[in-house]
């Protein structure tokens, strides 16, 4: 019976002890529970940090870069302003002075046409008078050598009847230059005078030697008149030539200004147009680096706030 009852406690006891640890237990899991979710929640505590400052360095290093940047395309657009408005001051004054240079090539050329144009009707016309004056002399000089031929054959009564001694009239008539008593023997002689009898009459050699003079200084002034008219002709000639060569360089240079007019044109309508461009870059670089500033101040006191907070 003692063991019944020996049994019996032992078992009692045990029961007492598990329902102790139970209690204990039971008392125990709540504040394991609550740190346990202490712990976890600083993990993601700690967790977020990390990944806030993660994301904050990546925002500061954006700031950085992003803000250099901004800066060196500023610099750039900052220094390319002024260059191009000085380039397009110079273009333009470039383009100015090529078009006057322009007007004053195509003055140029048209004076040098009007100057052949005026220099050529001038020969033209010196050139028909040369010809006229030429052609008299030859008519004046044949006229004389017949009557002087005829003379010296002692032919003299047939000379008389040709036209040629019709032309040695007017001719004498019209000498005024001519020693009166010579023009009496001249045209005595034309007259059928002393010197239009019989061959080697009295006096025909004195009308032949005032022939002979009158044709050799007729022949001479033709000569003469000759060489200045060869001398004209070339000088012409040079003239001419020079001032083609003048309109050709002038053209040359009329189609070389005018092709640079063109290229000026163009280029100043684009730096024009890369100003306006760079300008506005150089505005909203200016603008938005200001507020990437701004933001990066906000930031960086936000997160200095936020170290402080988790800090304390």
């Not at 240079?253 to 640079?260: G, H, N, V």
Request: net charge negative; glycine share 6%.
């Amino acid at each position: 019976m003692w063991a019944k009852l020996a049994v019996l406690a032992a078992g009692a006891v045990s029961a007492s002890a598990s329902v102790a640890v139970e209690e204990v237990e039971a008392v125990a899991n709540p504040i394991r529970k609550v740190v346990t979710l202490l712990q976890n929640m600083q993990k993601k505590v700690e967790k977020e940090g990390e990944k806030e400052k993660e994301l904050y360095e990546k925002f500061m290093c954006y700031c950085k870069t992003g803000g250099g940047e901004l800066s060196l395309s500023i610099n750039t657009a900052t220094a390319k302003v002024p260059a191009l408005q000085s380039e397009i001051e110079a273009s333009e004054g470039k383009l100015a002075q090529t078009k006057e240079d322009l007007k004053t090539a195509q003055a140029d050329r048209a004076a040098a046409k009007d100057a052949i144009a005026e220099a050529t009707a001038i020969r033209e016309k010196e050139a028909k008078a040369f010809a006229a004056e030429k052609a008299e002399y030859d008519a004046n000089i044949g006229a004389i050598s017949k009557a002087v031929a005829a003379l010296e054959r002692g032919m003299s009564g047939g000379f008389l009847q040709t036209d040629a001694a019709q032309v040695l009239r007017r001719l004498v008539q019209g000498k005024t230059e001519m020693i009166d008593y010579d023009r009496q023997e001249v045209i005595a002689f034309l007259s059928g005078g002393q010197a239009a009898s019989s061959a080697y009459a009295p006096r025909s050699g004195e009308v032949t030697g005032i022939l002979k003079e009158m044709g050799a200084t007729m022949q001479k002034a033709l000569d003469e008149a000759t060489a200045e008219e060869e001398t004209a002709a070339k000088s012409h000639e040079e003239m001419v030539a020079a001032k083609q060569r003048e309109v050709t360089a002038l053209t040359d240079s009329i189609e070389a200004k005018t092709e640079a007019i063109g290229t000026l044109g163009v280029s100043i309508v684009t730096m024009k147009a890369d100003l306006t461009d760079t300008e506005a870059a150089l505005i909203a670089d200016q603008q938005f680096l200001k507020e990437l500033d701004q933001s990066c101040k906000t930031k960086t006191a936000e997160w200095e706030e936020r170290m402080k907070t988790r800090a304390e």
